[in-house]
Every structure is written in C-alpha cells, then in structure tokens.
C-alpha cells in the first residue's frame, strides 16, 4: 500500500554525502550551533574512504578494514552524539530545487514513507564513481569496477573470483590489490597504465605527499610479499570468453596508452578489475544550476567554488571529489571548511573569536593536500590512446547497448557537434545509469571524432530524477 504522506523535516543544512567531506561539514555545523541532516544512501556512514561493512557483520579486528580507525570513529562519535545533527542513512536524494525560503530536497528511503528535507543551505559531498575505460569483452560478466571489487572484499567479504587480474591507471589499484592479496584472493597480476618515466617525471612535487607515498608503498610491499605482479606500462585491451569472463589479452602501451605492435600476452582470469581513477557526481549540482569547470588533466568537469567552498549558486556549498578528486586528505578540510561556511551565513548562528583562525586553518590544509592530489592526477592522466582499444562492435553505453560504431557514424552522418547531439540521436546516457558511465567516455569520444576541445562540447542534460525510484515514491 502507498502512503501518500512525504514526512517534512527542516533543518538549518542538509548535507548530501556522509563521506570524509559530509562528515567534516557535519562536525563544523554542529560545532557552530546549527542544526544539520545528513544523507546517505548507505545504510552506513563513512563514504568511500571509510566505508563500514554492514551491521550484521562483526569484525574480530575492526581497524584494518579502516584506513585512520580513529579519525572516522571520531567523526561517526560526533554524528551520533551531537543533539543538532540527524544522520539519515538509506536515504538517497533523488531531487532538489530552491525555493524562495531555501531548499528542498526529496529523499527516497526503501520499505518506509517519503521524505522532503527543507534547509537554508545546502552542503553536497556527494563523491565519485569508478572510472572505466572500454575494450572487447568489457561488459562481460566477471569484468567489473575495481572499486566495486574493493566494496565486495571490504563489505561483503567475498572474493570477485579465483583467477583474478586488476588493470587500470592510478593509486587506487593498490590498496584494492593489497585488500585482495591479504584476504587469500589469487592475483594474477595488476597492470598499471601509466609507465614509470610519465610518472616520475613528477617526483620532486610528489615529496610534498610522503606519509600518501608511505601508503603506497606500505601496499607494494604486501604485493611483494604475496609474489603479485605489479607491472607498469599495460593494460587489459581484450577480455574473452562465452558465458563470462575466461581469459584476457595484456598490452604494452606506448606513452600515448595506443598499443605496442605484436606485445599482447593472453592470462586466464575469471575476474578482472578496471579503474582508471573517478568521475564526480555532478547530478545534484548540476540540477541546482551550479557552474562546472572541465579539468583537462582530470579529463572531467567538476563544480566551480570560491575559497569558502560557496559554490556559483548561493546557499549550495560543495565539498570533496565533486571539486577535483583528490582523495580524503582534500574532502576532510574542503569539508570542514564548507560546514563552517555555511553555518557563518545563517543569520542565528552567531561568530565565535576564532572562526576565522579555524577557517584559514582547513583552507591551507586544503590547499597543501590539493597540490599533492594535482601531482598524483598529472602522473596518472588518461592518454588518448585508450580510445584505440575498442572496436566498432564494442558497446560503450551498456544501459541503452549502444556500440561506439553507432556513435561513431552518428557524429559523422549528421555533423554531430555536441554531446547532448550525440544522446538523442543515439541513446547513448538514457538509461538506468543516466550516463554516469558512459559520459567521460562519450564526452571524449565526441571530441576526438569531431575535433573540438572537450570543454565545449558540453555534457548529457541531467534529468530532474536524478537517481531511480519506484514510480510509487514519484507518485507521492
Ligand atoms: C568505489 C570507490 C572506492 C574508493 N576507495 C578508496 C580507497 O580505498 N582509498 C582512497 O584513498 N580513496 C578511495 N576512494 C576515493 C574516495 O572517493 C575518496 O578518498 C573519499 O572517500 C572522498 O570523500 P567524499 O566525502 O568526497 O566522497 P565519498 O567518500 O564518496 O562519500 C560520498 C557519499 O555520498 C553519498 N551520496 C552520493 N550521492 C547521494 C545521493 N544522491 N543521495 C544520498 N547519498 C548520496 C554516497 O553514498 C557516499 O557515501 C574510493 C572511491 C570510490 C568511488
């Protein structure tokens, strides 16, 4: 039975994100004295970075399924504890729009009635998605995200399969591989695009992050210690097999990533995991009429802000991957900075003597953590050669199963010039997933095909219904 209630709840901020950003907004609002709601459609808090397995599950030792254990269990203490702050998990925002009090945010929450969160401002810290790059074979089952690899392994404690091969670009193969290797899985190599004279041409600006570089090698020396290969300059370019993935086909790439004559070498793999880095989710933001900025180094846009983290559209501030992904050190202080902010600008909540020695304190850390994230995304940029590996018969919009052939002679038959061109005459971006896939691909694709800078051809036109709900919470 539909209830056709929607429940109001208003608050001074509604925080869209329960992440490292949101959590750090979340702490400066309740600290300031307002009252703030925090989203999420997990039924957890922690976001990415310090995301929790389910309830049910009971950890022996909690803290190494946690990168910085005390950090997050003091943000989540924060949360819990504070009177002003109302955490609402499994509860995703599916519209929002301004009004003249302020803003309204439609949140649909399984199995209960609908919800409308009203607020004077708006922090979103919404976060990335996994960023993968087609080939033959991409959509097979058996290939996936390595992030959707990583929550498998860190929420679920399930191993993806028994042979399993990681390729990608970036940072983020490592832990998902360390993960892998200590919890039994068998990894038959990672493959990192980028090769070792591109990244270290950037080494002396990559001091500046060496406790992120202790990290890192903190998780070669686990791949070491489990015998995985770790090998630079290759890529998956072919996954095969009948009814799911069986084998897969590794390149050496040139320094353009286009694929070095006669260099492939097949792998059996049941499994394999893709991540050249992450794309923003810019839905929210874009529907509430807030400017984007294309990164080319990023090869994405992302939500243009001032330095109190006020996004172009007053009362909606931004926090986090959705301003230039740049790992946790970025979303914690961006997020801090954003709670304060916003708080400032509500007329109730008064000035304390050291807001301003607090603010400029997140912003230089900020700042500093920025300069090391642009370092990691120079080393590991997407190079244009990774648009040779897929075929005309690959599919590179898999909600709608659109080929790159189509879009290929689309753009060509009727002197497509945009990307918004390109979704109506193909489809490409109309399904479930609304182009969160398939957009970085398509954007870059269009570009190449017709010549023109990627910031210009523009990006799919978000729709109101951001994310999928039954037609009964539409209906409410
Ligand atoms: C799959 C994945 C795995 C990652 N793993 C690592 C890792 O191991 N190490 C590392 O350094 N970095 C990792 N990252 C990078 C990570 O994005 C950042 O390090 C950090 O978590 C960013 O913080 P954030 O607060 O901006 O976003 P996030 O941590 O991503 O938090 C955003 C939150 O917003 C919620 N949300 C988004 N849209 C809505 C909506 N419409 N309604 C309600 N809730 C919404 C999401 O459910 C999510 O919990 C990962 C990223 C991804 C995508």
Redesign the pocket.
Known sequence: MLTPEVEIFEVDIAI?????????AAREVSAAGATAAL????SR???????QPPRAFRAKQPGRLH?DYLLPQTLFGVVAESPRLTLLTD????TAYAGPEGFSLH?YRPDQGGLEVRAKKVIL??????RALPFPGWDLPGVM????I??LA?SQRVLPGRKIVLSGSG??LL??AA?LAESGANLVGVFEAARPRDIFRYSASAWAGRAKLGEGAGYLRVLRHFGVPYKFGRAVVRAEGRERVERVSVARLNSDWSIVPDSLETLEADAVGVGYG?SP?L??SQLLGCEHRYDPVQAASFAVHDPRQQSTRPGVFV????CG????????P??AVAGLAAALDLSRVPARPDDTARLAKYQAEARQAQAFAGTLNRMFALQPGWQTWATPETIICRCEEVTLGRVRTAISEFDLKNVKAVKLTTRCGMGLCQGRVCGPLVIAYTASLTGRDPAVIGSFTNRPI??PIPLGELAR
């Open positions: 869209v994100g329960a992440g490292p950003a949101g959590l750090a989203l999420d459609s997990y808090p922690g976001g990415q970075y310090f995301k990168h509860t995703t925002v599916w949140c810290a919404p976060g990335a998605h996994d995200t390595a992030g959707a990583q929550t860190k940072p983020f832990p998902v993960l992450f989710s839905d929210l926090a986090g991957e959705i992904i740049g790992g946790s050190a970025v979303a914690l961006q997020g951001v994310r």
